[in-house]
């Protein structure tokens, strides 16, 4: 006798344990990713260098741990048990940061070694849980599943944000992250309840994020001339905003004179631009195409950094960070979807996972080289300044895109001669 069909979402209890779980996670990082800046600045008092190398540290082991997490997760049956490990780890060193800071033990480099570890963690955390959600829903409620984690992950971050910023201002922001200690402790309980049915055995796929597969697929987005030029352009642009991540919290705790409760609202503030960037694209390729929502994209992200370098205390520095969160996260949404919408389409099936990885990991590399840079510009020249310089990158990006654009129309009207001709 066959199975029934799998059943709603909303009557699926693994599911719901799974989101429940999930949902909690992201707040709770949210709260951190406001607090742990926020200690770095106010407790340690780190310099713009330090705070490009604490952002640098934070994404590195990103970079070198999801490929080969990836082909663990894949090969393994026990993604569950990984994952609540993770969640349990993850758990125990946020709240070694408030201990150390009571004891007085609390230094730069202890941030540094607990930053690194809990990105790790969460590499191998996130690749462990990609599998699950494919496994505990039907084939057909994948997509309506993947819509509400991306929705909830959006809203996390908003809300998540705004309670790290209060939660600073009330209680310190090293006891804010016994919050995310907490909720790590709470996710990890939600998903040991979590029954994923046991895959068979099989022969793991070969590795095509290899170094030799990430090379061919650089070699062939190059070789398609609208997906290469929106490599070129990611990559100045998450340059950019490196510079400005690093030392965006210093400035704002410092030059700008904003208080905690204030500036994890506006930090979080961006993920709505994000949410609508989502819902909107579609109208904009409808209405304008692949290529003019890039142009759209990129004068936006350029814009959103336009103001940081004249930003002061008061209205025209609250301005300079909504407009620079609002409007870069909507830019960056818009083209981020058009460009990995594009792949499909431009890029042979069996290369698919390459050109993917290729996409997936040069925002990261840029930015994790963007906050080195912007530590060190902050240091030498002072942070308005280095704000400029990143504008600068921004504004490259624009003309790498428009004589990018100049160069396909003169192929196109050379072909069109000659087709003529």
Request: proline content about 6%; aromatic content about 6%; hydrophobic content about 55%.
């Amino acid at each position: 006798m066959s199975p029934g069909p799998p059943p709603g979402l909303w009557r699926n209890a693994t599911f719901l344990r799974l989101w429940a779980a999930q949902t909690v996670t992201l707040t709770g990082s949210a709260v951190t990713k406001v607090a742990l800046p926020l200690v770095a600045v106010t407790i340690l008092n780190l310099t713009p260098q330090q705070m490009g190398l604490l952002m640098a540290v934070e994404i590195a082991p990103t970079l070198l741990l999801r490929l080969p997490a990836a082909a663990w997760a894949d090969a393994s049956s026990r993604q569950v048990p990984v994952l609540v490990a993770c969640s349990l780890t993850s758990s125990l060193l946020i709240a070694s940061i408030p201990l150390l800071w009571w004891m007085g033990l609390l230094s730069f480099g202890l941030l540094l070694g607990m930053a690194f570890c809990l990105t790790s963690v969460s590499a191998i955390g996130g690749m462990f849980a990609a599998p699950i959600l494919p496994a505990v829903v039907g084939d057909g409620q994948l997509v309506e599943a993947n819509g509400r984690f991306s929705v909830t992950r959006n809203l996390a971050d908003v809300s998540g944000r705004s309670l790290g910023g209060l939660l600073v201002s009330v209680l310190s922001a090293p006891v804010a992250l016994l919050v995310d200690a907490a909720s790590f402790a709470v996710a990890a309980l939600l998903t040991v309840a979590v029954r994923v049915p046991r895959k068979p055995q099989h022969v793991p796929a070969r590795n095509t994020a290899s170094l030799k597969g990430l090379t061919l697929g650089f070699s062939l987005l190059l070789q398609r001339p609208f997906l290469g030029l929106g490599l070129v352009i990611v990559g100045y642009l998450c340059l950019a905003n490196g510079v400005v991540s690093a030392l965006l919290v210093l400035f704002m705790s410092g030059d700008l004179g904003m208080s905690p409760s204030l500036i994890g609202p506006i930090v979080g503030v961006g993920s709505v631009g994000g949410i609508v960037a989502s819902l909107l694209v579609g109208t904009f390729h409808r209405r304008l195409g692949a290529q003019w929502t890039v142009a759209v994209a990129v004068a936006l992200l350029t814009g959103s950094f336009a103001l940081l370098p004249l930003a002061r205390p008061g209205a025209l520095g609250l301005v300079a960070c909504l407009n620079y969160e609002l409007m870069g996260s909507f830019g960056a949404s818009l083209l981020l979807i058009t460009l990995f919408a594009e792949v499909p389409r431009q890029v042979p099936s069996n290369a698919l996972a390459r050109v993917m990885a290729v996409i997936s990991l040069m925002p990261e590399v840029s930015t994790m080289l963007g906050a080195l840079l912007g530590g060190t510009l902050g240091t030498s020249l002072g942070i308005p300044r280095a704000f400029a310089v990143s504008f600068a990158f921004a504004l490259l990006s624009g003309t790498a895109l428009a004589l990018g654009l100049a160069w396909r129309r003169r192929l196109l009207l050379k072909r069109q001669a000659m087709v003529g001709g």
